[in-house]
């Protein structure tokens, strides 16, 4: 049966999740999961993701992101394939790391999106592994950067928390978000009492903000559309590099391919910029994508 294909958007959010191979406990250890959060902090980066909410469980993993150039598949690849290398190093077997290539929900700004990023926060409470209130200090979400803004980097949940609820990014506004978690929790499997219902509209009032906030308007691109915009950010960033080298274009045909440089230059395009080794080959002139791919692994 042919794959399923992806909605590829500019727009909105995506939970995204995958699975251990056989459930295996890839990220049992504290040194596995810093690994592997490492890994999507600098996956963020390269692809220009935003990065709202994450949980890193034993077996599996949970993401919210969103993907302003359209690339979550190309992201998706580069953070398993990074991780699943140092895992089999480290391992000393072969072998399949993740279960699948990865599952994914597009979720519109707005609600839906809002419940995908409690639902990602509030897996190890769920699992049974802390506490809600021990979930303040779990380093394996990002629900612990929640109350420590300084450490946030690369993870926008103060800005998630103002445009998916409406609560402002202090004191008041986190109290008020913890109040919510513990109000879905708590409602989950029985109604609500009066006593709950007005704790969390309590929580909420003195947390919310005065004025309404939202995600930055983004323009809905094709996927055509925002290939070239890819394509054209590469070629850019391609000549600043070439250039940084002080090299000329004309250099590129000169053999070997295997010229320090060139490997060099065809790393950075992969790491810094996200350029997959398909258009990497044909732009330097390699004899085929698995020939460039050959040569970056020896070298």
């Given at each position: ?105 597009y979720c519109p ?103 309404e906030i939202s ?39 000169t053999l070997p ?43």
């Amino acid at each position: 049966m042919a794959r399923r294909l992806r909605l590829i958007s500019n727009q909105g959010a995506y939970h995204v999740y995958n699975r251990a191979e056989l459930g295996q406990p890839i990220f049992e250890t504290d040194a596995a999961k810093q690994v592997f959060l490492e890994t999507i902090l600098r996956t963020t980066q390269r692809f220009g993701w935003e990065l709202p909410a994450y949980a890193i469980m034993t077996n599996h993993f949970h993401l919210v992101v969103t993907t302003p150039r359209g690339n979550l598949s190309q992201g998706m690849h580069a953070l398993q394939s990074d991780f699943a290398n140092k895992h089999k190093v480290f391992r000393g077997s072969p072998g399949h790391v993740f279960q699948s290539r990865f599952g994914s929900a597009y979720c519109p700004a707005g609600p839906s999106a809002a419940r995908k990023f409690d639902y990602v926060h509030l897996n190890p409470v769920r699992a049974g592994i802390v506490t809600l209130e021990e979930l303040r200090d779990y380093p394996w979400t990002s629900y612990r950067l929640l109350r420590r803004p300084e450490l946030r980097g690369l993870v926008t949940i103060g800005q998630a928390l103002s445009c998916m609820h409406g609560l402002r990014d202090d004191p008041a506004g986190w109290d008020a978000y913890e109040e919510r978690l513990r109000f879905e929790l708590t409602t989950e499997e029985r109604p609500a009492t009066d006593e709950e219902l007005f704790g969390l509209v309590r929580k909420e009032k003195a947390g919310r903000r005065t004025d309404e906030i939202s995600l930055p308007a983004v323009v809905g691109k094709s996927a055509e559309m925002l290939r070239k915009e890819e394509e054209t950010r590469w070629e850019d960033a391609f000549k600043a590099e070439l250039a940084a080298e002080g090299r000329h274009s004309d250099e590129l045909t000169t053999l070997p391919h295997s010229q320090a440089w060139k490997l060099t230059l065809a790393r950075r395009m992969r790491d810094n910029h996200g350029a997959p080794a398909s258009w990497i080959a044909r732009r330097m002139g390699f004899n085929s994508e698995a020939y460039l791919r050959k040569l970056l692994a020896q070298s």
